[in-house]
């Protein structure tokens, strides 16, 4: 049993804001919204309907508490196992909630074993906070760009380096001579077919610093070769590209590799791009051009920003042979769009509760130009909405085609100060199920409610089942 070292708790003790006073232990409801449930045969009903967290106890700790031994912001599933990379931050500067476990010091890496709750650590002092990352063909883990050293001397600059992660060794590599273009903050990683990375964007250093200013450029990493073989400055892209038409907004943009084909050139693939308020296709040609074919129409609400510094949080929908593998994308919660890292009046604004999706045409016909005219419809708007606002979420597939969204607030904006980097509060406690075949109305299901604030830098994955 997965579970048999956990803190599952008894069924008489699941937790639940939407039960009906009648459950609670009490009879009236607690001060932080929750009501306890009593009967054993609904407490599993409503287990079975809705799921539940459980807290994974660590019997390695004196007091077996849960630990990861990391600030996980960045995870990882390693192929073929329980086992999750993750790295963060472990500086003394952001505060007693970052210090090290025991044995971690600091190193701002470990690998978190679901099945036993331990972890092991995987030394790496290029900062990894912020890096990109990606799963290759061989299991293995490319990881580029991160952060400034900060001036301590276990941690070294990770801006401009690729690194490795070698699952078969638990070890890191970061490869020398190797190194991008520019400074890449927050940057996306994309696989292509061939092993190659596609690196897009990010930032040369974090924006409330002077330094902070956008690198719209691309990298394109051989991971056969080891090496960088595609460069392309903000001035080789052009002025219409996605990157340069965002500039502000080059924190971990949306990056997607479509499933399109053009028989004519069949080695160029094809790129959906996304930020804050704004989106591309965009073709990568077998000569090493990116080019962009169609700008997507805006957002039709107001200084709303998504799918930008994990403000909201973007899946590729299930590909089918019933839609003839249409290619769409789901768009789920965002904030307020700011003017810069101190908010600038939008710290404490509500956060979105729309899904946006835009369903792309055959390859074929956007081929003769024959594009979206628009968002998805639902109903009489552009867009749904979650029963609740959510900024930060984490919006996950899940094997029978739908949705998790979990995590995050339900207010605030990325900035407002360096430790965090963000003003988000009032934790969106409660995870929904979104089922994108279900006719409009019907798609949200609310699940179980965790009692942990996941506000900003937090991370989320689907495990395998035996």
């Known amino acids: 049993d997965m579970h048999s070292n956990s803190t599952v708790l008894d069924a008489a003790l699941l937790m639940d804001p939407h039960l009906p006073s009648r459950f609670s232990s009490s009879g009236s409801s607690s001060s932080n919204g929750r009501q306890l449930l009593e009967m054993q045969a609904e407490s599993w009903a409503m287990y079975q309907q809705q799921g539940r967290y459980a807290v994974i106890k660590n019997p390695s700790m004196a007091d077996g508490h849960s630990s990861t031994g990391q600030v996980a912001i960045h995870s990882v599933l390693l192929p073929y196992s329980y086992k999750i990379l993750l790295f963060g931050r472990n500086l003394p500067t952001s505060g007693p909630k970052s210090q090290p476990e025991p044995g971690v010091g600091g190193n701002v890496s470990t690998v978190y074993d679901v099945a036993t709750g331990t972890y092991v650590v995987t030394p790496n002092y290029e900062t990894l906070f912020c890096a990109g990352h990606t799963v290759m063909s061989d299991g293995n883990v490319v990881a580029a760009g991160g952060d400034m050293g900060y ?164 899946v590729v929908l299930p590909l089918k042979p019933s839609s003839n593998y249409a290619f769409e994308v789901a768009i789920f919660g965002g904030g307020t769009q700011g003017k810069g890292m101190d908010c600038k009046g939008v710290c404490n604004a509500p956060a979105a509760k729309t899904v946006f999706r835009m369903r792309m045409p055959k390859a074929s016909e956007a081929l003769k130009g024959n594009w979206p005219k628009d968002w998805v419809w639902s109903g009489n708007q552009k867009y749904e909405e979650m029963p609740f606002p959510r900024v930060f979420a984490d919006a996950v597939l899940l094997p029978n085609g739908k949705i998790v969204v979990l995590n995050g607030a339900q207010r605030g904006v990325p900035g407002g100060h360096i430790d965090g980097g963000s003003t988000a509060k009032e934790g969106a406690f409660t995870a929904i199920q979104y089922d994108p075949e279900a006719p409009v109305g019907q798609r949200i299901t609310m699940l179980a409610t965790s009692g942990i604030h996941r506000c900003v830098l937090r991370c989320a994955s689907v495990l395998c089942c035996n």
């Open 151 to 314: 001036g301590y001397s276990w941690m070294r600059e990770g801006r401009d380096v690729v690194r490795i992660f070698y699952p078969s060794s638990m070890k890191w590599e970061t490869l020398p001579g190797v190194k991008l273009s520019e400074y890449r903050w927050y940057p996306t990683q994309v696989n292509l077919p061939d092993d190659r990375v596609i690196i897009v964007s990010g930032f040369l250093d974090d924006p409330a610093r002077q330094t902070g200013k956008p690198a719209p450029s691309i990298d394109v990493f051989d991971y056969k070769s080891k090496s960088i073989v595609v460069r392309k400055s903000r001035y080789d892209l052009g002025k219409s590209f996605f990157t340069n038409i965002t500039p502000g907004y080059q924190l971990y943009p949306a990056v997607f590799l479509m499933n399109w084909v053009d028989p004519a050139n069949p080695d160029d693939v094809f790129l959906f791009m996304y930020t804050c308020r704004t989106g591309q296709i965009v073709r990568f040609t077998s000569n090493n051009n990116f080019i962009p074919m169609w700008n997507m129409p805006g957002i039709p609400i107001d200084n709303m920003c998504s799918s930008f510094s994990a403000m909201g949080s973007a």
